[in-house]
C-alpha cells in the first residue's frame, strides 16, 4: 500500500507560480511512475502531467505545456509540479497518483495508476 499526501496549494494570481509536493510513504518510491491529474468543479479528472521512474520521461498536457514542470526526488519519496504562469483554468484540485508501469507512452492514463493522494486545491484569481 502507498499513501500519498499533496502539500502546496492555494489561492494565487493570475500569473503568479505555487509549487506542489506529493509525499509519498513506500521505500520502492523509485518503481512507480508518478502522475498529476486535476479536476475542475463540474468536469472530469484530467492528466496533467507524468514522470517515469527514473525520471528520464516526461509528458504534460498541451494547456500546460511550457509553464509547468514536473520532477521527483526519489531520495527524498517526493514528486513536485511547479506551475508558473497560472490562469484561472488552472483552478482544481489536484492529485498526484503512483502506477508501476514504465512505459511513457502511458503515463497519461488514469486507470493505470493504483494510487491516488487526497487532493490539494488550487485557485486562480483573474
Known amino acids: 500500500q502507498v499513501q500519498l499526501v499533496e502539500s502546496g496549494g492555494g489561492l494565487v494570481q493570475a500569473g503568479g507560480s505555487l509549487r506542489l509536493s506529493c509525499a509519498a510513504s513506500?521505500?520502492?518510491?523509485?518503481?512507480?511512475?508518478m502522475g498529476w491529474f486535476r479536476q475542475a468543479p463540474g468536469k472530469e479528472r484530467e492528466f496533467v502531467a507524468g514522470?517515469?521512474?527514473?525520471?528520464?520521461?516526461?509528458r504534460y498536457t498541451d494547456s500546460v505545456k511550457g509553464r509547468f514542470t514536473i520532477s521527483r526526488d526519489n531520495a527524498e519519496n517526493t514528486v513536485y509540479l511547479q506551475m508558473n504562469s497560472l490562469k484561472p483554468e488552472d483552478t482544481a484540485v489536484y492529485y498526484c497518483?503512483?502506477?508501476?508501469?514504465?512505459?511513457?507512452?502511458?503515463?497519461?492514463?488514469?486507470?493505470?495508476?493504483?494510487?491516488w493522494g487526497q487532493g490539494t486545491q488550487v485557485t486562480v484569481s483573474s
Open positions: 514522470i517515469t521512474w527514473s525520471g528520464g520521461s516526461t
Open positions: 513506500t521505500r520502492t518510491f523509485s518503481s512507480y511512475a
Open positions: 497518483a503512483a502506477g508501476h508501469f514504465t512505459s511513457p507512452a502511458v503515463i497519461g492514463v488514469s486507470s493505470l495508476y493504483a494510487y
